[in-house]
């Protein structure tokens, strides 16, 4: 009897069933949350893939499931005809990525002088950038689109051009302008990342760079910058999808000029289709057709932008 | 002679930094008079008047405050589509949070593919958007008779059927089971917007210092404690801070955006409007002050 007791106590001690089998368990019920997260996160986007290259003649078809029986691009033509692809393409990767550039510069410069160059009443305009972040951007939507309307800066259009005023509408102008003087999508949100990352960055470095004779320019390029790499690739990649994504700032000042997201909602009026399943399956696509290029960019800067998200700090 | 010339050069340097300061947040100071200031006073006044375009630009007529009154006694869509947002983001951000912190945990665990449901994890943050979500496609094709869409729903609806018919059976209160069962119906929503709060906990939870870890294991803590103890209390700040943006977040995607918008550029009435978007503003920021005065208690900061 006693040493079958023994034996127990020998075999407890040394393989430990209860641990293992709590760890195993827990192994398992986090393999499958994991897996079934990700089969809801990537469902939809199958599920949009696989509708995109169906025939007509397979909506109806219950046995279709996943794999297209009658294989067709049939879709992917029509959309990119409705919707202006290339031309909305262009326009929005232009947008895109030349706002996510000026703002980045303009986030920067003014996140830095947040964290390191104090002046009076710096506390207080940080102030105004966090209260932009609250504020919808609904409440100056008018007046913001007047301003671009009649576009007079103190009157000095006026002075130079001869006329009243300038219409900024459907140029590319707006985004500029708001973006240069960071005050784009979502721009107090990048200035708050930068600002809590230079925050982080050792004082020392710049004082040594300061007292091996580097200026304020210089020091913020060479020793600042290169050191913000997560904060830097954090903020690009958040403001280049944000900008692509945008519906609101593009349908507010651009009524002609199409980029991708308001062509596709101008998709549905445009295609003159009697079939509303049909034409359901053909909005999918340009849905696709508008997310493919950021799904390709994604699969490729996916794991830097994690670690850099780690590292940025956003935390404070 | 040498200490007050020194005092002097100190000074200078401070001084110059403030004014390179100046100098790089001068384009942020433009555009915050420019493009934020100037168009909030302007849009106090437009919501107090009503707004006119004539030739060559566009008058404005103080009226008082009948803009305001007229949207809560005879305006049809704006008092119910305000209720319907601040209804929709009380239910969400809970369990967007909860949810959030959840997949962070998860996340920053160590197992086999962790980087793949790394990065499937954060896929929402490049899809979520507001012409995405518009679109919502997978509802409208399920409805035909197409397999996937359809099915899919269907066997979401009887699984949380029996969910409830479970929870109700063990006692718990219907009100309670109803958000529940509702946010297993809605766990897509929730996980698409919730991308950037589980970047911003992943971000927290590596700040953590190991050392507490290990002081709480040896001290006995179970994995289960030593969430509640050491995890929990140090994650609070970035609770306070995920609340923030919830909140903000469910908010610019919600209806009555689309109302405000289409009342200035459809219907052209400029004054209404704004008297929307004050009454819009107003309601975030009490919500906002209201839910960041009751965490912010909470919340335990390490240093």
Do not use: H
């Not at chain 2, 869409?149 to 979401?156: D, Q, V, Y």
């Amino acid at each position: 009897m006693s040493s079958k007791t023994a034996y127990t106590d020998l075999f407890v001690s040394r393989y430990q069933p209860l641990e293992k089998g709590k760890r195993w368990a827990w192994v398992l019920i986090r393999t499958v949350l994991v897996v079934g997260f990700c089969f809801i996160i990537l469902f939809p986007l199958f599920q949009r893939l696989s509708i995109a290259f169906r025939s007509k003649a397979d909506i109806y078809d219950p046995t279709v499931l996943w794999i297209p029986r009658n294989f067709t691009l049939d879709n992917l033509r029509i959309a990119i005809e409705t919707t202006n692809y290339f031309e909305a393409l262009s326009n929005t990767a232009l947008i895109s990525a030349s706002t996510t550039l000026i703002q980045l510069v303009s986030c920067a410069l003014a996140a830095y002088a947040f964290a390191r160059l104090q002046f009076r009443g710096s506390g207080l305009l940080f102030g105004l950038v966090i209260f932009t972040i609250i504020v919808p951007p609904q409440t100056i939507m008018i007046p913001l689109y007047l301003t671009y309307r009649y576009f007079d800066l103190f009157g000095l259009v006026g002075l130079f051009t001869g006329k009243d005023s300038l219409n900024l509408i459907d140029t590319f102008w707006p985004f500029i302008l708001s973006s240069s003087t960071a005050m784009g999508l979502k721009n107090g949100l990048y200035i708050y990342i930068f600002r809590q990352f230079f925050r982080g960055i050792p004082k020392e470095i710049g004082e040594a760079a300061l007292v091996d004779g580097a200026g304020v320019f210089r020091t913020f390029l060479r020793i600042v910058v290169p050191n913000a790499v997560p904060a830097i690739v954090t903020v690009l990649l958040f403001s280049f999808v944000w900008q692509w994504n945008d519906s609101y700032y593009v349908s507010l000042f651009l009524k002609q000029v199409k980029v991708l997201s308001t062509s596709l909602m101008d998709m549905g009026m445009g295609l003159r289709e009697p079939d509303p399943v049909y034409t359901s399956m053909l909005l999918n696509t340009g849905v696709l057709l508008a997310i493919a290029p950021l799904i390709l960019m994604y699969l490729f800067v996916q794991r830097y932008f994690v670690e850099s998200v780690e590292r940025t700090g956003i935390v404070g | 002679m040498k200490i007050t010339f020194k005092r002097k050069k100190k000074l200078t340097l401070k001084q110059k930094n403030a004014w390179f300061g100046v100098l790089f947040a001068s384009p942020l100071i433009f555009g915050m008079i420019m493009l934020f200031i100037l168009p909030l006073i302007q849009s106090l006044r437009y919501s107090l008047s009503s707004i006119q375009l004539v030739e060559g630009g566009f008058s404005v007529d103080y009226e008082g405050f009948s803009n305001y009154t007229s949207l809560f006694t005879s305006n049809p869509d704006y008092p119910r589509s305000l209720a319907e947002s601040i209804a929709a983001m009380a239910v969400n951000v809970p369990l967007i949070l909860v949810f959030g912190l959840f997949a962070a945990v998860l996340l920053n665990q160590k197992f086999r593919g962790r980087p793949f449901a790394r990065a499937v994890f954060f896929l929402p943050v490049i899809l979520a958007s507001s012409v995405i979500a518009n679109l919502d496609i997978g509802s409208f094709v399920g409805s035909g008779t197409l397999s996937s869409g359809g099915g899919e729903a269907e066997s979401n609806l009887l699984q949380s059927f029996e969910l409830k018919r479970m929870m109700l059976e063990s006692g718990i209160s219907p009100i309670f089971v109803d958000y529940l069962t509702g946010a297993v119906d809605r766990i897509y929503e929730i996980i698409s917007s919730s991308g950037v709060q589980i970047l911003i906990f992943l971000a927290g939870l590596q700040s953590i210092p190991p050392s507490l870890y290990e002081a709480a294991k040896i001290e006995g803590a179970t994995g289960y404690e030593s969430f509640w103890k050491v995890t929990f209390p140090m994650m609070s700040p970035l609770i306070l801070t995920n609340t923030v943006y919830s909140i903000i977040d469910s908010f610019s995607n919600s209806p009555i955006n689309k109302l405000v918008s289409e009342t200035a550029f459809k219907v052209f009435d400029f004054g209404l409007s704004a008297a929307m978007s004050w009454v819009y503003f107003l309601s975030v920021a009490l919500i906002l002050a209201v839910s960041v005065g009751l965490i912010s208690r909470k919340v335990f900061y390490y240093d």
